[in-house]
């Protein structure tokens, strides 16, 4: 039973650069989420998808874009890469919303 | 603006030393706190769901109780296999709305 599975686990990227961040999930969730885990800040919610074909912004949304294939998939896709997003990249999913989450094993992204 | 602070920052206990974890909060409305844990290098994994005041749960060496300001994660008898990091997350109003506070390092030594 995979459940979230994130990829790539490990990205290093130079300034200006892009990149997209891939999420699939196979419990059938409805909502899906990104978060970013930075030392000292807790987990901060970036984008989120509470159903197929719909997404909003969380807390820290600058810089990010993001799309919903599908009901398993939603990427978080970085156009010009800055030094300020080197950090760990979660995605999660959930059936309702006040369900619990399911987190991917993350994603280390630096950017020199 | 919600509000969640976790402490202590970090815990280091020795393995069958009982503690306490803590979870304060400041929300409008709360839905629900969880717990999860999380292992280096792995996403958090879920624990408990608290709902109202007075509620508890648990889970073999764990128990989490809330208040109507604060949650407890008590750790009973722990072992090696227990450290990680605790995180909890508020869930209020709004549909996506789940605050997280930045977790205790806790850590069981032999």
């Known amino acids: 039973n995979a459940g979230v599975t994130q990829t790539p686990k490990f990205q290093v990227l130079k300034t200006g650069q892009s990149m997209t961040l891939q999420c699939a999930q196979d419990m059938n969730h409805n909502s899906m989420y990104w978060y970013r885990q930075d030392p000292g800040m807790g987990l901060r919610l970036i984008y989120y998808?509470?159903?197929?074909?719909?997404?909003d912004k969380g807390e820290v949304p600058n810089g990010y874009n993001v799309s919903r294939l599908n009901k398993r998939e939603f990427s978080l896709r970085l156009e010009s890469a800055a030094p300020s997003q080197t950090s760990v990249y979660f995605c999660?999913?959930?059936?309702?919303?006040?369900?619990?989450?399911?987190f991917g094993s993350g994603t280390q992204l630096s950017v020199l | 603006e919600d509000q969640v602070t976790q402490s202590p920052e970090a815990l280091r206990l020795q393995e069958g030393e009982s503690s306490s974890l803590n979870c304060s909060y400041t929300?409008?409305?709360?839905?629900?706190l969880f717990w999860y844990r999380q292992d280096p290098g792995k996403g958090p994994e879920f624990l408990f769901t608290l709902y109202s005041a007075g509620e508890e749960k648990e889970k073999e060496r764990l128990k989490a109780t809330l208040t109507k300001k604060e949650s407890f994660l008590h750790i009973t008898a722990p072992k090696p296999e227990d450290s990680a990091t605790y995180l909890c997350a508020v869930h209020t109003g709004t549909a996506s709305k789940l605050t997280f506070g930045t977790g205790t390092r806790l850590q069981v030594t032999l």
């Open positions: 998808s509470a159903s197929e074909g719909t997404t």
């Open positions: 999660a999913s959930r059936q309702g919303t006040n369900e619990k989450l399911f």
């Open positions: 929300v409008s409305g709360l839905r629900g």
